[in-house]
């Protein structure tokens, strides 16, 4: 598709109105996915036209409308009546969202489990809570809507455990802290979150330091909150970003060291106390037992 640009327009506004058919949504997409040239350049969805550029639009087949079986492996730590506990690899994306609808741990947990809570949607059945793609670790699923909302109401009341392992960069200070500063969205590079702005979502991280190496220090790591890429923010303002985590600078080039290892949590079908744990990865493991290797 081809149009002619017009003037004072944001491009994504330019966009929306000769494409009315399309959702906002889909049109974000298809500019992030560098699927929109102007001038035969791919722009940012803010570009301000000037007037009688030459707009192209590469669209792609709508997204389906609800997640899709796909027998593909899941790795289950606890299950019960009302909720399932997996171990999610790193790299893998938690739930549908631009430019990638197969190949997600729902559409394996629809295949393995079949119905699941819709409280969050058909694209998004029994997902309470999420990981990062490149975040391994454990992740809890309700089967039920009625144990979507008990877990939902234990999420929001910050009664459930969270405790990750982290590897970062450099030597941290003290022993153990707390950083409560609040998490925006980086105003310049907007895939990034930040707590160098004075205002943001409040959010609480508590730490403690379990081994030191030369450059860098293990961590475990305890959420008050669940904000947006939280644990890595909060350490990259302590001057420690975490190991591999090329999005906020880190200098390693593996995989990122954040797992999901501990998550605590009240049964909405036994109204028990429930503890699960996901073993560290074998490349993480790996990377420990080298910098061991070293001292």
Known sequence: MRFEGEAH???????????AEYSR???????KEERVTVNGIPSKASL?????????????????????????PVDVLYEDGAVIAVNKPAGLIVHAGAGAHSGTLVNRLVHHFGKL????????????HRL???????????????AHRALAEQFSGRTVEKIYLALVEGSVRADSGRITKPIARDPVRRTRMTARLAEGRSALT???????????????????????????VHMQSLGHVVA????????????????????GFTSPDTGE???????????LSDWLAELRSRV
């Open 206 to 232: 508590e730490y403690k330091v379990r081994e030191r190496f030369p450059g860098f220090t293990f961590v475990e790591v305890r959420l008050g909150t669940g904000r947006t890429h939280q644990i890595r």
């Open 273 to 283: 106390e429930v503890t699960v744990e996901a073993p560290l990865p074998q490349e």
């Open 132 to 146: 990062d793609k490149e975040t391994s670790g454990v992740l809890l699923v309700a089967r039920t809507d009625s």
């Open 48 to 72: 301000i036209l000037r007037g009688g550029e030459r707009i192209e639009v590469t669209p792609t087949a709508a997204p389906p409308l609800k997640a899709a079986a796909e027998n593909l």
């Open 117 to 128: 809570s819709q409280v969050g949607g058909e694209l998004r059945p029994g997902i309470v």
């Open 244 to 263: 591999g985590d090329k999005l906020y600078g880190a200098r390693e080039a593996r995989r990122m060291f954040l797992h999901a290892w501990r998550i």
């Open 9 to 19: 327009q944001r491009l994504d506004h330019f966009l929306q109105a000769k494409l």
């Open 25 to 31: 949504s889909r049109i974000q997409a298809w500019i």
